[in-house]
């Protein structure tokens, strides 16, 4: 049973640039979550998909966010224009369709601007 | 906002048992409660969730006041590694969202 899979680990960066981060939930799970957390603090809730549909992206932090979910399958979340604050760990989560499933993370991406 | 309060950090010994408490007292009838712990430098880790009745699993058990506004993670025979934060969450049963409080970093002394 393979978990979910977070790529790069880390991801160093120049203010200004462009990144992305891919996430490969477990396949049976068709639910699939952005979260960020900074040090010292519970992860704070990004977006959701639902399959391909992106059903929640009211709490990406800027419109220098976006995620996607092609074909339901994996996802990738792209921060444009890097600033020195979105330095933090980046968590990818997934879940069966379901009221009270539990979540499942892999172990992020840690983003850190110079 | 965190509707769960837990104690900031907590210590105890090697291979004695661990109760970590949370109060909810906001909850409602259809909110679950959620256990994740996250050792350091990996994502969290699913635990237990329970509705109404105590749970039991192979990581833990918890005990949910009969008033359910409060809960108590038990881990039977802490190890080491069972040093991690543990967050306490409540989750609606129709919401997609968890929305974590800073949780309790249990330590364990050898």
């Known amino acids: 049973d393979t978990g979910v899979s977070q790529n790069p680990r880390h991801k160093i960066t120049k203010r200004g640039q462009n990144v992305t981060f891919r996430c490969d939930p477990i396949s049976e799970h068709n639910r699939l979550y952005w979260y960020r957390q900074t040090l010292g603090q519970g992860p704070e809730f990004l977006t959701y998909?639902?399959?391909?549909?992106?059903?929640?992206k009211s709490r990406l932090l800027s419109d220098r966010f976006s995620a996607e979910r092609p074909k339901g399958s994996f996802s990738t979340l792209e921060i444009q224009r890097t600033e020195q604050g979105d330095s933090a760990m980046y968590l990818c989560a997934s879940s069966p369709w379901g009221a009270s499933q539990p979540q499942h993370f892999g172990d992020g991406t840690r983003l850190s601007i110079l | 906002d965190a509707k769960t309060t837990q104690p900031n950090s907590m210590e105890s010994n090697e291979e004695e048992p661990v109760h970590l408490p949370c109060n909810h007292s906001t909850i409602s009838g259809t909110d679950y409660i959620h256990w994740y712990r996250q050792l350091p430098s990996q994502g969290p880790e699913y635990v237990i969730h329970g509705l109404t009745s105590n749970v039991n699993n192979r990581m833990a058990s918890l005990a949910i006041a009969e008033d359910r506004k409060s809960s108590t993670l038990i881990l039977h025979r802490a190890t080491l590694r069972d040093a991690a934060v543990y967050y306490c969450?409540?989750?609606?049963?129709?919401?997609?969202?968890?929305?974590w409080g800073a949780g309790t970093k249990l330590i364990i002394k050898p």
């Open positions: 998909f639902q399959n391909e549909a992106q059903l929640e």
């Open positions: 969450i409540l989750r609606d049963g129709s919401n997609y969202q968890l929305i």
